[in-house]
């Protein structure tokens, strides 16, 4: 059987619900019998059914399930959480083969799905297109083992260096990369669960920083505002999503849109910044602020991905991009923009 072709199929499945199933992993799973595919799932958003529960939900014929293969891109859970564990479902179900993409680092997991289905007779294979479904379930992966949010770089550069012109007239952004870049960016938006900006962007461009080209839920926003200074009608403050605003004063005036914390702005700033993420439950997150907000990220190795859009565009003069020593891992062209994706291995 051709293991990784359905393996694919899986991380098809699984991708469809990535932002919309934290804080479980998006995992994809098919259920093959005699080498044709007779039941599909993924995760259901929190506290709805497990992939595997909705791949063998979907099996018109449950007699088939006692001669067949179910691939998973992560291992099946083996404890009780808001649903029952998916390895004993695949043992009433009587499923003799499991394919699994990666093991789940996970400690109440961490192999115990894998000894539990092969003590029951199980015939379990492991790793097949382990590193495509580890990267797929990096965010998950990052908070088990990282105690933090995966970490997205994100600008937009000129072919000449600059990420901002030197002075502008209006209180809006000024575009380097095009439309279709942009649109990938409100994809990359409702796929995470936070977006992070500093005092500078929201004064200089005014962003909503919301999902308005592609259909999905806005990111929650973080906003490093130490003096209070960002007047209240900003953007960033409508009512659509809640925006966390870190600051270095007390406020008593929290409310379920904006939620004030205050942090110690002579520690490690970031450090602090990873803690309030951290008590928010942050899974991932992208950082679209400025040079010197990016940088500090850069320079403190608290980054996992970096996007980088070069526009077509050049300026006179203006803020230099940020320095990042690392090299491209992928390169995209998109329609005249180039798109450059950094790993920091």
């Given at each position: 059987?051709?293991?990784?072709?359905?393996?694919?199929?899986?991380?098809?499945?699984?991708?469809?619900?990535?932002?919309?199933?934290?804080?479980?992993?998006?995992?994809?799973?098919?259920?093959?019998?005699?080498?044709s595919?007779?039941?599909?799932?993924?995760?259901?958003?929190?506290?709805?059914?497990?992939?595997?529960?909705?791949?063998?939900?979907?099996?018109?014929?449950?007699?088939?399930?006692?001669?067949?293969?179910?691939?998973?891109?992560?291992?099946?859970?083996?404890?009780?959480?808001?649903?029952?564990?998916?390895?004993?479902?695949?043992?009433?179900?009587?499923?003799?083969?499991?394919?699994?993409?990666?093991?789940?680092?996970?400690?109440?997991?961490?192999?115990?799905?894998?000894?539990?289905?092969?003590?029951?007779?199980?015939?379990?294979?492991?790793?097949?297109?382990?590193?495509?479904?580890?990267?797929?379930?990096?965010?998950f992966?990052?908070?088990?083992?990282?105690?933090?949010?995966?970490?997205?770089?994100?600008?937009?550069?000129?072919?000449?260096?600059?990420?901002?012109?030197?002075t502008?007239?209006e209180?809006?952004?000024?575009?380097?990369?095009?439309?279709?870049?942009?649109?990938?960016?409100?994809?990359?938006?409702?796929?995470?669960?936070?977006?992070?900006?500093?005092t500078?962007?929201?004064?200089?461009?005014?962003?909503?920083l919301?999902?308005?080209?592609?259909?999905?839920?806005?990111?929650?926003?973080?906003?490093?505002?130490?003096k209070?200074?960002?007047?209240?009608n900003?953007?960033?403050?409508?009512?659509?999503?809640?925006?966390?605003?870190?600051?270095?004063?007390?406020?008593?005036?929290?409310?379920?849109?904006?939620?004030?914390e205050?942090?110690?702005?002579?520690?490690?700033?970031?450090?602090?910044i990873?803690?309030?993420?951290?008590?928010?439950?942050?899974q991932?997150?992208?950082?679209?602020?400025?040079?010197?907000?990016?940088?500090?990220?850069?320079?403190?190795?608290?980054?996992?991905e970096?996007?980088v859009?070069?526009?077509?565009?050049e300026?006179?003069?203006?803020?230099?991009?940020?320095?990042?020593?690392?090299?491209?891992?992928?390169?995209?062209?998109?329609?005249?923009?180039?798109?450059?994706?950094?790993?920091?291995?």
């Amino acid at each position: 059987m051709d293991h990784e072709k359905y393996m694919h199929r899986c991380l098809q499945l699984a991708k469809i619900g990535i932002g919309n199933t934290r804080p479980n992993p998006s995992v994809g799973a098919v259920i093959v019998f005699e080498d044709s595919i007779i039941g599909e799932g993924v995760t259901s958003p929190y506290g709805g059914p497990h992939a595997e529960v909705n791949a063998i939900n979907s099996v018109r014929n449950l007699s088939l399930l006692e001669n067949s293969t179910i691939y998973v891109t992560l291992e099946p859970c083996s404890h009780y959480g808001k649903t029952p564990p998916c390895a004993d479902l695949i043992i009433a179900k009587k499923i003799p083969n499991v394919v699994i993409g990666c093991i789940d680092t996970n400690s109440l997991v961490a192999g115990k799905g894998i000894k539990k289905l092969e003590k029951a007779g199980c015939n379990v294979t492991v790793g097949i297109l382990e590193s495509d479904c580890f990267d797929h379930h990096k965010r998950f992966f990052t908070v088990q083992n990282k105690q933090r949010p995966y970490i997205i770089l994100k600008w937009a550069e000129t072919k000449n260096g600059f990420i901002a012109p030197k002075t502008k007239d209006e209180l809006k952004p000024v575009w380097i990369s095009n439309q279709y870049s942009q649109q990938l960016v409100h994809k990359w938006r409702s796929q995470e669960h936070a977006i992070l900006v500093g005092t500078s962007t929201v004064r200089l461009d005014n962003p909503s920083l919301s999902v308005r080209s592609w259909k999905g839920n806005n990111p929650i926003r973080f906003v490093i505002d130490k003096k209070l200074a960002l007047p209240l009608n900003s953007n960033i403050f409508s009512r659509d999503q809640k925006t966390v605003v870190i600051c270095e004063k007390s406020m008593n005036n929290n409310s379920e849109k904006i939620v004030y914390e205050v942090v110690d702005f002579s520690a490690n700033l970031l450090i602090e910044i990873i803690k309030i993420l951290n008590k928010h439950k942050i899974q991932s997150i992208i950082i679209e602020g400025g040079r010197k907000t990016l940088q500090q990220f850069i320079d403190h190795d608290l980054w996992d991905e970096a996007r980088v859009f070069t526009g077509e565009i050049e300026f006179k003069e203006g803020l230099q991009k940020p320095y990042l020593n690392s090299e491209v891992k992928e390169e995209k062209t998109k329609s005249n923009d180039i798109l450059r994706i950094y790993r920091n291995i």
